[in-house]
């Protein structure tokens, strides 16, 4: 084992245990440190969070395949930045060019030889810090110099998400910038974007435009980012936010917190306020997850706000005959939305998805029943049948609005406080 500092830090992605115990083990023999992910979504994360020199990636990946998860990574990181390695199962000629085609800078096989990963993995690192040494300086500010940005805080299939400062505002304070990929981004060398690409640029664009727009009329409220700015600029379209402050429930769980029947109950009630507000306004989020809500502590309680807007969608519009797209989080979206056909209840599906995950722990199969799952999981029967009735795979069975469902849990919330005073006495 090498002592010190590390000579650079690997993010490696492979659902197979085995894989990542012996790469991890010889990349930490050669004076690496590693951190290790099972799925693309969780890859993404880790991007953000990391200060990463090279990702080691397999192609054949839960969820977010790994084409898809090396398409976004290319969209918020240059080869320069942040070299990515394929390690895959995959053989076939054709999924090999479309890796390179996207961006990845070497290519691997299984089964594989660890000495000469190694020896890929030294190569690229020194690669990439030899262009940067050699890079001019890049301009790290946009609208005109007024916004300079800080780090990246979360990577979409077709933006970026960063944190920045307001240069013209006392104390500089610090805001958040949306940027849209626009529709002739290449990465060096990768290729023109297709006919497919340009379609659904175009919706993620309308996408985009819609997010501003609805956030002007939602910032009214405390628990919503509000709108500071849009503009485009080079071609590039740009969304400010207001930087709430506090962590991410994805952070929470991260950390192992599981909420009681008393927090979940809390929770709800809180989130379902937000929800009848944003369905009031005829508006669907589509993309409630943990990442997209932020946990603030202040006044001696919790507070939570919903942010990212990105997937909303008017209940009025109607689904592309030309173009099918899923926007939202596999896990946590419907069966209805992968259609493009969501509905308000679609939100209270998600919602009941998270406060199953931060009530357990783990996030069951969608359609296994929350009692045969996780049947020592929530300590309260009153609580599991409410999360049964959200989660409804068929959205008739579900509550219809976000108020229903809220007129059953606030009750249950004064029950559940009564309870803890009682045992607390």
Known sequence: MVSGEPLGQILLVDEDPAVNQQLKLRLEQAGYSAVVVESGAKALEAIV???LDLVLMELALPGLSGLELLQMIRS???????????????????TMVTAFDLGADDYITKPFNPEVVLARIRSQITLAATKRASAPQQQNSVGKGRYQIERLVGIGGFSQTYLARDTHRPGNPRCVIKRLQRMDDKDGEGKDWTDEHKKVMEIAKAAFEREADILEKLGSHPH???LLAHFEEDGQFYTVQNFVPGSSLRQQSNQG???????????????????????????????????????????KRTYFTLIDFGAIKRIEDQPSEHVTSFIGTIGYAPYEQYSGRPRFNSDIFALGRVAVEMSTGTLPE???????A??????????????????ATDADERYPTAQ???????PLRKQLLAEL???RS
């Open 49 to 51: 969070h990391h200060p």
């Open 76 to 94: 918020a990181r240059s080869r320069m930045e942040l070299p990515v390695l394929i390690l895959s199962s995959r053989t076939d000629s054709n």
């Open 224 to 226: 919503i980012p509000k």
């Open 257 to 299: 917190v599981i909420w009681s029947p008393a927090q979940t109950a809390y929770f709800l009630c809180e989130l379902l306020k937000i929800l009848t507000f944003v369905h009031q306004h005829g508006v669907i989020h589509g993309d409630i997850k943990p990442s997209n809500i932020i946990q603030t502590q202040g006044d």
């Open 366 to 372: 969608i359609g296994e029943s929350l009692e045969e």
């Open 374 to 391: 996780i049947p020592f999981g929530f300590g309260d029967p009153r609580l599991l049948a409410i999360l049964e009735r959200m989660i």
């Open 404 to 410: 229903s469902v809220l007129e059953e849990i606030l």
């Open 421 to 423: 005073a009682a045992v």
